[in-house]
């Protein structure tokens, strides 16, 4: 470790502030508000407005002000970055939770997720929510809810408008041409847009689920993939559709 | 195979405002209902974005009700109220029909509530 350089300015400001000196606090703040910007960028564009950000990292430097003891042998940036970033991190998994799952819904999807597979391996079918259960020592209750908070659960509806506008085509539209097979469906500009998104695998998964009817059981046991897995892939294939579809419709509009 | 219904039957039934916001209220109930049967997860999900696409219909009224009931044929679900006839739509079929084993809608007057059907053996309550 690089020996800390003495600053006796940046020492007497402390000094003074721990003796009671608000003033002095206010400029070691102004001081270090350059490294707090910088720090609290680095976390942009992940959901959170940049001066919440930097507010958050603002606690994080007077923490680190408060905290911080000129006897030790460290530079205060030393000891101030992870402070500062510590306290944006918790904001951020703080807000997490708040809004999304519990940590231990999210540890509880990790284990349904590899109980699926091993229970679908050995049984030779998709697991129910009581065998799941049962593997995971965890209780029926808590397992759907898991499996609602999981992605693979997390269900996207087919009607809803593919574009902005409530009137705007959806994907049952879409797969709806009454009696047309695959190949007539293509037809259609738009759904040829969505399809051409996909890359062959998702592409067979649609047709296979909803042309052909196969489980999403049968459909993993065809491709070789879990069937956990073939929901996920579902779901995207569905949301990329969606997505080009919408800008297929863009470029239609005059 | 089925199991018997449970004596008096077992019907939950939740009403909740129509909007986006409380669509989660019906996977979570269904979830919690479908645990009572012998369902492998795929078909759960498969049930649940059945509900789901139905929840996007034009529906009559602020508030829709969810029934979900063991039969002796399985786990029967009944949604509405919508505008009658959304089933003629090829659409709607399209998407609904490989996901359960049957749908069927139930008019009433100017209303329509929408029956899907998930064959699935009841798991009695252990002693």
Known sequence: MTPATPDVDFVALIDAYHAGDEQARDRLVERYMPLVRSLAARYAGRGEPQEDLVQVASIGLLLSIERFDTSREVQFTTYAVPTIVGEIQRHFRDRAWAVHVPRRMKELSVRLTRAVESKTAELGRAPTIAELAEATGAEEDEVVEALHSSEAYSTRSLSQPLGRDADDETMQDVLGVEDAGFGEVEDSVLVEAGLEALDERERRIVELRFFEGLTQSEIAARIGISQMHVSRLLRRALHVMRGRLEEAMKEELP | ?127
């Open chain 2, 1 to 127: 195979m089925t199991a018997p219904a449970p004596p008096g039957g077992a019907r939950t039934t939740v009403e909740f405002p129509a909007g986006e916001q409380y669509r989660s209220v019906p996977r979570l109930v269904l979830g919690g209902v479908a645990s009572r049967f012998e369902l492998p997860i795929d078909r759960v999900d498969d049930l649940l974005l059945a509900v789901e696409s139905l929840l996007m219909q034009e529906t009559v009224g602020g508030t829709l009700r969810l029934e979900a009931e063991a039969t002796p044929s399985g786990l029967l679900v009944r949604l509405g109220s919508f505008r009658p006839g959304q089933l003629d739509d090829p659409g709607l079929r399209r998407v609904l029909t490989p996901l359960v084993e049957s749908v069927d809608e139930q008019r009433d007057g100017d209303f329509a509530r929408i029956e899907l059907v998930v064959s699935a053996t009841y798991r009695p309550d252990e002693a």
